[in-house]
């Protein structure tokens, strides 16, 4: 399984990203789906994750603000970030858990 992240930048204070991970094997119909993140002054966190009936957990930090949700045809999950705040500037990470597999990350930056 290998999962490729996208959609990260540098956005101002109260703006909107969509995250997306590619996940190069039909796995999403069998596996919870999650989002990390790790900022520079921070360990990797747990930010939001989907299992194989729609529901979905979130970090205190990023309820009401960020959505999780998966297009299995496409093979991608996608993280919606919406009201992005400075303390969301992290790398964010696709995880499986039931494989272990991590992407490689990509990097959101909020900052006016």
């Known amino acids: 399984v290998q999962l490729v992240e996208s959609g990260g930048g540098l956005v101002q204070p109260g703006g909107s990203l969509r995250l997306t991970c590619s996940v190069t094997?039909?796995?999403?119909?069998?596996?919870?789906m999650g989002w990390y993140r790790q900022s520079p002054t921070k360990q990797r966190e747990f930010v939001a994750d989907?299992?194989?009936?729609?529901?979905?957990k979130y970090a205190d930090s990023v309820k009401g603000r960020f959505t999780i949700s998966r297009d299995s045809g496409k093979n991608t999950v996608h993280l919606q970030l919406n009201n992005l705040s400075p303390e969301d500037t992290a790398v964010y990470y696709c995880?499986?858990?039931?494989?272990?597999?991590w992407g490689k990350g990509t990097e959101v930056t909020v900052a006016s």
């Open positions: 995880y499986v858990p039931l494989t272990g597999n």
């Open positions: 094997s039909g796995i999403l119909g069998l596996a919870r």
């Open positions: 989907e299992d194989t009936y729609g529901r979905t």
